[in-house]
């Protein structure tokens, strides 16, 4: 299995980004997180961009900056925990939402229209390897599916869906096995995919167990 660091480019997908605003080699307190990254165009100078907690208590800790002139953003805080990257609604069309762990350290990402985690903390790496292979397996499902509609013979396509079902569930499998628990972990186990037995799944659900007590506050995303 290739390592696991560069949930680059994605939840998706890819590509190279310079350092944001020159601070490769800044300093950062204990625990605290970065995630900066810039949008492909101008045109959304201004436009307010959210990281939405996946999950947590109500009302979500919503935080919220404002694009630069030159697309870029950065947002900083001290709690570790998955959330989503997403545009305001009126700009959102076009851009990919991004799925991030706020981890302590410097993440870089790219949103388009296959956004992607470029360069960062080892768990946003992760992440970006397995939003690749869920894309890949989703892709192969959706030839299956294609094939099914128009009629083509079972022999042909339940290899395929087969072959991409027990792939995709020995990738999770050793992807979280690996790794062990964690933030970014224990939220792919939430939503396994691919063949997976029902030993294996026993397994995972006791090595990835949260001990999170979600019903009490949980602290936002700024001090």
Same mark, same amino acid.
């Given at each position: 299995?290739?390592?696991?660091? $560069?949930?680059?480019a994605a939840l998706t997908?890819l590509s190279?980004?310079?350092a944001?605003?020159g601070?490769r ?14 949008l492909?165009?101008e ?8 990281m939405v907690?996946?999950r947590?208590?109500?009302p979500?800790?919503?935080? @919220? $900056?404002t694009?630069a002139?030159d697309?870029?953003f950065r947002?900083?805080?001290n709690?570790?925990?998955v959330a989503?990257?997403r545009?305001d ?13 706020t981890?302590?350290?410097v993440t870089? $990402?790219?949103?388009? @229209?296959?956004s992607?985690c #470029?360069?960062? +903390?080892? *768990?946003?790496?992760?992440? *970006?390897?397995w ?5 890949n397996?989703l892709m192969?499902?959706a ?8 009629? #083509?013979?079972e022999?042909?396509?339940?290899p395929?869906?087969?072959s991409?079902?027990v792939s995709q569930?020995e990738? #999770? ?6 790794s ?6 224990r939220f792919?186990?939430?939503?396994? @995919?691919?063949?997976i037995?029902? +030993?294996r ?11 999170i007590d979600?019903?009490k506050p ?6």
């Open positions: 299995m290739k390592k696991i660091f $560069v949930i680059v997908g190279a980004l310079t944001c605003h601070r080699n800044e300093r950062l307190a204990e625990g605290e997180f970065v995630i900066e990254g810039k492909p165009a045109r959304y100078e201004g436009a307010w961009l959210y907690p996946m947590g208590p109500e979500k800790p919503v935080d @919220s $900056v694009v002139r697309g870029s947002f900083t805080g709690v570790e925990q989503v990257l545009l609604w009126h700009v959102r069309f076009g851009i990919q939402e991004l799925l991030v762990v981890e302590p350290g870089r $990402v790219r949103l388009d @229209s296959i992607s #470029i360069e960062g +903390t080892p *768990q946003n790496m992760l992440l *970006q390897e939003k690749e292979h869920q894309q397996f192969a499902r030839k299956v599916g294609k094939m099914r509609q128009e009629r #083509i013979s022999e042909i396509w339940k395929i869906a087969d991409a079902a569930g990738f #999770i499998y050793q992807l979280l096995t690996t062990g628990p964690n933030t970014a972990t792919i186990g939430t939503m396994l @995919s691919g063949r037995d029902s +030993t799944r026993a397994e995972l659900k006791e090595l990835l167990a949260d001990t979600y019903t949980q602290p936002g995303f700024r001090r």
